[in-house]
């Protein structure tokens, strides 16, 4: 998956890519995760960021509405929390809270 701030046209056209097929392509869906697929991404944490978010996996469920985005950004949130030290239990607090998933 890429994603890009120019269109995808413009994209193509800096890889010098023409294929006219490729230029119609306006939108993507990305569809909700399955749990699997939740548990990949969460399995991919440090340790104690992924023991606080497989403990709250039903607040994890919730409140990313099994969404990759905000799934992705509770990720991000909890890494650089535990790098910068917070407790077991800020990082379960973390899981519970909407604006970490933003």
Known sequence: MVTARDAFEAVLASFQLNNPNLGEW??????????????????LLPPRSRAAAM????????LS??????AQCLCFNL?????SGRS???????????????
Not at 55 to 62: F, K, S, T
Request: net charge neutral; glycine share 10%; with cysteine.
């Open 88 to 102: 077991d239990a800020e990082l379960a607090a973390r899981c519970g809270r909407k604006d970490s998933y933003r």
């Open 26 to 43: 306006h939108t993507v869906e990305i569809a909700p995760f399955r749990d699997p697929e939740l548990a990949t991404l969460l399995g």
């Open 65 to 70: 509405g099994m969404g990759p985005k905000p």
């Open 79 to 83: 890494f650089k929390d535990e790098l």
């Open 55 to 62: 403990g709250q996996i039903e607040a994890v469920r919730r």
